[in-house]
């Protein structure tokens, strides 16, 4: 496969950069060539959800011509996948030529754990046999289903797929599918519901007795890690950052 991009997203870049380092060195255990092009900035969500279509399709145009080039784009995020994969076509069907090249993008645009699945999908179970021990079994995770990536992408099995063949132990929370309370500008604009919501859904987490819980969504991540009370025992974690943690034979020493 021709060199791919990693579209990082604006709050790993801004925020979450390990998720983005994680992304990368992933994709590069795998044997693919990662790019990063510099010229990529917001995927033009937060306006789309306000109502900015002027401003959402600007950077829709941005984003597509910048994307054009490569044979396939991974983000870790299924927001931001769920964006330009689903809306851009929405966003640009009034212009052909920015619809069908938004089509051409859309198609080739990959959340993490679904690109790893299509491309690569024994890439995982045969580098854990090649440096076992990796992730003891003793150290069980619980997954939480972010909503675009359930909902609107339809990966459920994916993400766990991945994790499993790391070597990481699924212990099922009730109602994974359950919004951890972020929701974009919502969470801005609601903070009391959305936390609330958080707490909710950090007690469920917890009654997995498990100490690390995973998501694919850097939103969730930076919503649910920040509503973690300082020692209380529970870690918030990226699907990447597990991921290569485990190949890099650190996620116990991670955790401790």
Known sequence: MNPIALFVTCLVDQALPEVGVATARLLRRAGFQVEFPQAQTCCGQPFFNSGYRTQARELAQHTVALLQPYEAIVLPSGSCTAMIRLEYPHLLADNPRWYYAARRVAAKTYELSEFLAKFAPDFLADHKLETMPLVSSKSPIT?????????????RAQPRAALRAAGYEIVEMAESERCCGFGGLFSVKMPEVSNAMTVAKLRLARQTAVTTLITADPGCLQQMRGMVCPGDGLVVKHLAVALEEALSGNAEEQEQ
Do not use: A, T, V
């Open 143 to 155: 997954y939480h289903d972010s909503c675009h990536m359930n909902r609107m992408l339809h990966l």
